[in-house]
């Protein structure tokens, strides 16, 4: 596999509104503690009202397409690449292209929904478009706003939860930039109820809400058999990719999905991965969905340096799992 692609400015933005961790065990009635012990996140951002998605995606490509020093009437094809989904019909990228303005009008424009993979997902679905000559410039947005869906009686997972939003411009390279690029997306459908969001679609529709139905309409997740699984079915994945690329994992920069303190912890013991390796900061703003894994990058680009080769790695409700190493 080639790389037909170089990112060439990311951008990210984090609402000005702040949730400590401390604030959360005051307000839900937990032990002194417990909030960052178990979710490892100290520190998590919340949208102002009336602050959308949308408006979040908009900061952070504006941020992405001034470090690239590319203006916005060369991108060509603009994805979002969320979970949190604005309305129905249309999708994200409609909207979004609206709100960048005119410069952005008749681009190509369409979401990639893969959960928390979402923007490993769509920079695969771009290097495929650009080996085929289909477009020039690509501007790939994930925003996120979960706290408007999280259970709080269930603290283990909405403690979790942060917003925010990340970008990143991405330019075809006339000549592969790596030629040993992997990637490999692996869905495993019987663990699809260990987490998910049963409401809001045709199985349960909005119309059938209910105060007993409430719980459904909100985000669910099996943490500990999650870890079990990822546990189980993520190293062979990341050994796959290394022997398709010819690469050593001690020789790589990996950026994982911003999940959990303890998922992150689990991944460098069952990897061995070095920690001045592994690029996270989930403590500084939560875990920000499919934003997570871009926001990670653009705050550890300039550490990691251009020219190194990267491992994005997660894993997704489905339950899905994805590798994707390239070069930087």
């Given amino acids: ?51 959308t998605a949308t408006a979040m995606g908009v900061r952070a490509a504006h941020d992405a397409l001034a470090a690239a020093n590319v203006r916005l009437a060369e991108v060509d094809l603009i994805i979002d690449a969320s979970t949190c ?18 410069a952005a009008r008749g681009s190509a424009a369409f979401d990639v929904h893969a959960s928390c993979l979402s923007f490993v997902v769509a920079l695969a679905t771009v290097n495929a478009f650009f080996a085929a000559g289909q477009y020039r410039c690509a501007l790939i947005v994930s925003a996120e706003t979960p706290l408007n869906g999280v259970d709080w009686s269930d603290p283990a997972s909405a403690c979790l939860m942060g917003e925010g939003a990340a970008a990143a411009v991405l330019v075809r390279s006339p000549a592969p930039v790596d030629p040993g690029m992997a990637y490999r997306y692996e869905t495993f459908g019987e663990l699809a109820g260990l987490c998910g969001v049963d409401g809001g679609g045709h199985r349960l529709t909005p119309f059938e809400f209910t105060m007993e139905t409430a719980a459904r309409f909100r985000f669910h997740m099996d943490g500990p058999k999650l870890h079990r699984a990822a546990s189980r079915l993520l190293p062979p994945l990341v050994q796959r990719v290394l022997r398709e690329a010819a690469a050593r994992l001690a020789d790589l920069h990996i950026v994982p999905h911003q999940a959990s303190g303890p998922a992150v912890e689990l991944l460098a013991r069952r990897l061995g991965v070095a920690r001045d390796r592994l690029h996270s900061s989930l403590a500084e703003h939560g875990n920000l969905v499919a934003a997570g894994i871009p926001f990670a990058l653009h705050r550890a680009r300039e550490k990691i340096g251009a020219g190194s080769r990267t491992l994005l790695l997660g894993t997704a409700a489905g339950y899905s799992q994805a590798a994707l190493l390239f070069t930087l």
């Fill in 1 to 51: 596999m080639q790389q037909h692609f170089r990112i060439a400015g990311t951008g990210g933005y984090l609402p000005a509104r702040r949730i400590t961790a401390a604030e959360l065990d005051t307000r839900l009635g937990l032990a002194p503690g417990w909030t960052l012990r178990h979710t490892g996140v100290a520190v998590r951002h919340q949208s102002a009202p009336g602050e």
């Fill in 85 to 102: 989904q604005q309305q129905p019909i249309p999708g994200n990228a409609p909207l979004l292209q609206q709100a960048l303005g005119p």
